[in-house]
């Protein structure tokens, strides 16, 4: 290795330096991370953990994955950036398959999961004044939903936790309150360019979209010539039991955003659209420098292929089914485990006033889990998890909860 050796902090330091240079917008478990291999990860130390998070659902293909360090080995030595100015040889290729596995049109690549989404709502506002359209530019999002943190989309996070110290935002934003047709109803009318919504709310509890909404949902965009934008960043690309969220519905998006796991780890977004916005946007509308780089694209090919060649849709469906139904037996026993709800390997257990307790007591037994919404554990393991991984959640968890019973009797 040629690069200049450098001496590296340990926990305390590391801590210490963070405290002091960082601005302070992260509340950091105490784990300080290594290298991983699979579904495990090590911290420094060398301890080893079962990671069911990866990344907040970001290292859908595991740890140390061959075939993601060989295309960082290789594409690393040829041409990381090359910038949007000029052509390279995966950018096109990668358009082409996330267009047909999705059943859309057209990309535009970003670097996250926020920026796919502000490339969403420039596209919705662009739609509203293409052609006859005179001047839509309402966007509907929903109540309770995430979809980043930069102004424009954070105008369409309906949470006042984070968008309260950052107001006004993006004006012509309205949320719809609750996930009913009622609501819908109230809220469409003929300034609507889009409603954008999450087929599984993820970050705000994992909440899967029921169907009759997501019918109306797209009635309702057909009935008032508005966009449905799927945010798939958390819940796409084989997470829960199928390549989309929205397929587990009888409904198409016009438009799909996607990014975490789409590059293995490399910071990737994309925005999809079907014919209806394919010409919504031209030359100079929209750019980045970074966005759809060769190594990000390259990299994303590998992992969509590798979830065909591997098969993690199916294993996604089949142990998200295992687990769900593990935790619910575990439910009969400890009466903390309220509603378990989810799509494959996305999983939310409400846990109640219990839930931090059991992530930390978890933590100690050496297994990475998500409280998310502060009652709800949250499972978003790499889709290469194994049955016997699953057993082992599965065996801590009743451990813990048995031990939080005792601890209090
Ligand atoms: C559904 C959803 N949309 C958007 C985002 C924002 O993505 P990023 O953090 O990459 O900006 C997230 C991140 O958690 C998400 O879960």
């Known amino acids: 290795m040629k690069t200049k050796k450098t001496a590296l902090p340990g926990p305390k330091e590391i801590k210490k330096l963070e405290d002091k240079y960082l601005f302070q917008t992260y509340k950091r478990t105490e784990i300080y991370l290594s290298h991983g291999n699979g579904a495990y990860v090590y911290d420094i ?9 990866a990344g907040i659902s970001v290292n859908s293909l595991g740890y140390n994955h061959p075939r993601i360090v060989d295309v960082i080995d290789e594409q690393g030595k040829k041409l990381i950036h090359g910038s949007n100015l000029f052509y390279h040889q995966y950018q096109g290729l990668l358009a082409k398959k996330l267009t047909e596995i999705s059943g859309m049109s057209r990309a535009f690549f970003a670097n996250s999961g926020t920026e796919a989404m502000e490339a969403a709502m420039k596209i919705a506002r662009a739609y509203g004044k293409s052609g006859k359209r005179k001047g839509k530019t309402k966007i509907l999002s929903l109540k309770n939903s995430f979809h980043g943190r930069t102004l424009g989309a954070l105008s369409i996070t309906a949470q006042e936790k984070y968008q309260a110290p950052f107001l006004p935002l993006v004006p012509d934003v309205e949320i719809v309150e609750e996930t009913t047709v009622a609501a819908l109803k109230k809220a469409f009318s003929d300034d609507v360019c889009a409603l954008v919504l999450e087929p599984v709310q993820g970050e705000g509890g994992v909440f899967p979209m029921k169907a009759a909404f997501m019918r109306a949902a797209r009635e309702f965009c057909d ?3 508005a966009l449905l934008i799927a945010d798939e960043i958390q819940c796409g690309l084989g997470r829960t039991g199928k390549w989309f969220g929205f397929e587990h519905f009888d409904v198409r998006p016009d438009v799909i955003t996607l990014a975490k796991s ?20 031209t030359p100079g509308d929209h750019g980045t420098t970074f966005g759809g780089g060769p190594l990000a694209c390259r990299l994303a090919l590998e992992v969509i292929s590798v979830i065909e060649d591997e098969g993690l849709i199916a294993n996604s469906k089949k142990l998200g089914g295992y687990l769900m139904k593990g935790i619910r037996e575990i439910g009969k026993k400890y009466a903390t485990v309220g509603e378990v709800r989810g799509f494959g390997l ?4 409400e846990l109640g006033s219990d839930a931090k307790e059991v992530f930390n007591r978890l933590l100690g037994k050496g297994i990475i889990a998500n409280v998310t919404h ?17 057993d082992e959640f599965l065996e801590m968890l009743y451990a813990v909860l048995g031990n939080i019973e005792s601890s209090r009797a």
């Open 45 to 53: 130390e060398g301890r080893m953990y079962l990671d069911l998070l």
């Open 223 to 225: 009935r008032y010539d």
């Open 262 to 281: 789409l590059a293995a780890g490399y910071p990737l977004g994309a925005v999809l659209g079907n014919m209806k916005v394919a010409k919504v946007l």
């Open 346 to 349: 996305m999983i939310g257990a």
């Open 374 to 390: 502060d009652t709800v554990l949250r499972l978003i393991p790499p889709l290469v998890i194994t049955k016997n991984q699953c």
